[in-house]
Nanobody, 123 residues
Framework: QVQLVESGGGLVQPGGSLRLSCAASGSIFSISNMGWYRQAPGKQRELVANIPSGGLATYADSVKDRFTISRDNAKNTVYLQMSSLKPEDTAVYYC?????????????????WGQGTQVTVSS
């Protein structure tokens, strides 16, 4: 099994910054894609940022030039640096990691989600 643990959410004033982290653990063989999603009350979950292995990061238009996604492959960790936060960024943020896990005599794909971390932007 692969587990994801998120951290870094909280309450911040408009214009402030937060950094989210998501660390994966378990019998991980390789990781292909890492991403961050968010879900605001009454809305569908939406993709915020995505970073594939060896590829370019992509962002939702609403967060471009304000958020930066990065990954540390040695630590199986993905980060989301959020700056110039707005009240409309308030949501529960989820990380998503896709890859391959391995064990004794097998290798299997996995698609894991973090538990979610609340980000509230308010004065």
């Amino acid at each position: 099994q692969v587990q994801l643990v998120e951290s870094g959410g909280g309450l911040v004033q408009p214009g402030g910054s937060l950094r989210l982290s998501c660390a994966a653990s378990g019998s991980i063989f390789s990781i292909s894609n890492m991403g961050w999603y968010r879900q605001a009350p009454g809305k569908q979950r939406e993709l915020v940022a995505n970073i594939p292995s060896g590829g370019l990061a992509t962002y939702a238009d609403s967060v471009k030039d304000r958020f930066t996604i990065s990954r540390d492959n040695a630590k199986n960790t993905v980060y989301l640096q959020m700056s110039s936060l707005k009240p409309e960024d308030t949501a529960v943020y989820y990380c998503n990691i896709v890859g391959w896990r391995s064990g004794s005599g097998f290798r299997a794909a996995f698609n894991a989600w973090g538990q979610g971390t609340q980000v509230t932007v308010s004065s």
